[in-house]
Nanobody, 126 residues
């Protein structure tokens, strides 16, 4: 059974930083896509960043480029999201997602992912 567990969320002032972690069990990250999504009340779930864990290729939404960095530690079956220069609009529930397919045409689309974590809340106050 695949389980994704996120951690690292919290409350921070604008301009601050947080580092989210996603640990997987029952699933091997190697050569698969793993992504971070976020959702705030009244808004659709948005793909924030994704990584192809074999090649290390990364993808980011325009809204977070230059501020957020996704990385992985395959040995620990863990993916991270380093978030710097946080803004109030970054507030939301952040979810880790993992795909069972090796190739994904759209790494930032939620439909591409089979497994989801429960989420970790990020709140940025201005």
């Amino acid at each position: 059974q695949v389980q994704l567990v996120e951690s690292g969320g919290g409350s921070v002032q604008a301009g601050g930083s947080l580092r989210l972690s996603c640990v997987a069990s029952g699933y091997t990250f190697w050569n698969k896509y793993v992504a971070w999504f976020r959702q705030s009340p009244g808004k659709e779930r948005e793909g924030v960043a994704a990584i192809q864990s074999g090649r290390g290729s990364t993808y980011s939404a325009d809204s977070v480029k230059g501020r957020f960095t996704i990385s992985r530690d395959n040995a620990k079956n863990t993916v991270y999201l380093q978030m710097n220069s946080l803004k109030s609009e970054d507030t939301g529930m952040y979810y880790c997602a993992a795909a069972s397919a090796i190739g994904l045409p759209s790494p930032l689309r939620s439909i591409s992912y089979n497994y989801w974590g429960q989420g970790t809340q990020v709140t940025v106050s201005s």
